[in-house]
């Protein structure tokens, strides 16, 4: 069997649309690498840990024997390897408490099982909340475009707001949402953000794991460990006082004690004649202190600096971040290891360094970016974006690479989400001169588009692109490859189990990451600036800055 994976793996490399061009990705060294980041010693990746350092150190080093060049932050005319990223880090100290009160009788609430709450992020230290009135808010969406208001003026002030996760055409499929696929009102960190401006005192998601794309295990791992943000000049513009999840059934349950119909209220919220409720004889009450502080986490930064056009840049991303180290599972192990997310996409990002480096020098300059902080809300890359250390306005393109699969062959790829541009139009045909068929997002409701580091570039404008591994696998067709992925999000997304694991080939991405060269290495030996499809929202973002392209 390995004979014929290396024989299929030669055949495609060495098919005509590729074999000037594309390089040969090592399998080996890309299992080497996920074993390293993802093995105990760095302690989970966690940012402004002893693990960021380590990790930090560890890319570096394998930037150089690429072959790479610093290209992050400029110090006395020269790039350093690191782009610094000031960010507000924020811990609920001790054992936080939280209750409700139900006809005049309190019920505790366990951090972790009924409710998640995140450490306060608009800068309090201490949130101290007693009987606080909740009220229903449907969606939470405010959408004037679509004539869409959940809200219709309550006031919030000094109340927490119950809203349901994703849109509300998720249910049915239909409506002026996109379907099934997420807008951005889907989005949890969008909730909290209409939430802040609303005037919420807090808000707290119901979670449900079909429209959340993922499991109460995944919300707990991410929302009760440290929390980071970028560093704002008014934290309460953007979050509520107390930003957390609730079970479903619980929610259910609490609704049903105040005299309403969770599932009723749930369908008449996916019509715009939803109004307000207010849980009446519910209040809600929490008190926590947190532990604030601003710390310089670090994006990595490589380069291949272009022989003709050096001002004009290609860039390939993946995030080096993961969750550190937590509280125990079932079997002891505290460590989130990260090995498919995202070790994998900073293997990628070396090997392609290599291949851009030890090949024929590209005309345009192309950047290897490993982010920080993307576990926390995409915050390396949304720091990058808005301080760009080279110019967005004459950036080709952001090739992303987040959680590949490092198994076996699969006969197709996809992108997360559906958002039309040319790079998906090259990236599409370029896979078919490989003999892999696009695969769309086959679940957009996930909000996948906005949850991978191409997101804040695609929302200013640049072509961005993030890169998923297929599903119909070689051996086993899409049946394999679909069980595989439940199998994957169910026990090891976001959890302890997410490990280095001897029995992966790593062949799938050895023979992908052939695909993701060619497209960089066209754009960066050509004058092409791909666009925005003529109805995406983020064309009008890039077309503002087109007088840096003439």
Request: hydrophobic content about 35%.
């Amino acid at each position: 069997m390995k004979r014929l994976l290396a024989s299929c793996i030669a055949l495609a490399l060495s098919s005509p649309a590729f074999a000037d061009k594309a390089p040969t990705f090592d399998a080996q060294r890309l299992s080497d690498t996920v074993k390293t980041l993802a093995s105990d010693a760095f302690e989970g990746r966690g940012p402004a840990t002893a693990g960021e350092t380590k990790t930090v150190e560890y890319i570096v080093e394998q930037m150089k024997a690429a072959g790479l060049q610093p290209g992050g932050d400029l110090k006395d005319g020269k790039r350093g390897w690191t782009q610094a990223v000031p960010l507000a880090r924020s811990q609920i100290s001790g054992t936080p408490k939280f209750d409700v009160k139900v006809g005049g009788k309190d019920e505790s609430l366990t951090q972790g099982e009924q409710i998640a709450v995140r450490a306060a992020m608009e800068g309090s230290k201490a949130v101290s909340i007693k009987d606080a009135p909740m009220v229903f808010l449907g969606y939470g969406v405010k959408a004037p475009e679509r004539k869409w208001d959940d809200f219709k003026g309550v006031d919030l002030k000094g109340k927490i707001g119950v809203v349901l996760i994703n849109d509300p055409d998720f249910e049915t499929g239909k409506g002026d949402f996109g379907g099934k696929a997420m807008t951005y009102y889907g989005r949890w960190t969008y909730k909290f953000e209409e939430g802040a401006r609303q005037g919420a005192l807090g808000i707290l998601i119901v979670h449900e794991t079909a429209p959340a794309s993922y499991g109460w295990a995944t919300v707990k791992n991410s929302n009760t460990n440290t929390m980071f943000d970028v560093v704002r000049d008014n934290g309460a513009q953007a979050h509520p006082k107390m930003e957390g999840w609730i079970q479903r059934d619980f929610a259910a349950d609490l609704f049903k004690r105040a005299g309403v119909d969770f599932e009723a209220q749930k369908k008449l919220a996916q019509t715009r004649d939803f109004k307000p409720v207010e849980l009446k004889g519910v209040a809600f009450s929490a008190d926590y202190t947190v532990d604030q502080q601003v710390i310089t986490s670090q994006n990595v930064v490589g380069r291949v600096e272009g022989s003709k056009y050096p001002d004009e840049t290609i860039i390939y991303s993946g995030h080096w971040d993961h969750l550190g180290v937590g509280e125990p599972d079932a079997k002891g192990d505290r460590i989130y290891n990260g090995a498919v997310d995202n070790a994998t996409g900073i293997a990628a990002l070396i090997e392609m360094g290599r291949a851009f480096a030890s090949g024929p020098k590209p005309q345009r300059s192309v950047v290897f970016l490993a982010v920080t902080a993307e576990e926390k809300g995409l915050l390396g890359s949304e720091y990058y974006a808005s301080k760009p250390l080279y110019p967005l306005g004459k950036t080709v393109a952001d090739i992303n690479m987040d959680a590949l699969d490092p198994g076996g062959l699969a006969r197709n790829f996809t992108t997360s989400g559906s958002a039309k541009s040319d790079l998906l139009d090259v990236l599409i045909a370029d896979g078919k001169g490989m003999g892999l068929a696009y695969e769309p997002d086959s679940h957009p409701e996930a909000g996948y588009f906005f949850r991978s580091d191409h997101f804040p570039f695609a929302k200013r404008g640049v072509p961005a692109v993030s890169f998923g591994s297929g599903d119909d696998l070689v051996e086993g067709g899409k049946t394999a490859g679909e069980a595989a992925a439940k199998d994957y999000t169910t026990n090891r997304y976001h959890q302890q189990g997410d490990e280095w694991q001897a029995s992966w080939s790593f062949k799938g991405m050895a023979r992908d990451l052939g695909l993701l060269y060619k497209v960089g290495n066209d754009l960066a030996n050509s004058r092409r600036w791909p666009d925005w499809s003529k109805d995406s929202e983020f064309r009008a973002a890039r077309d503002a800055s087109s007088a840096d392209r003439r």
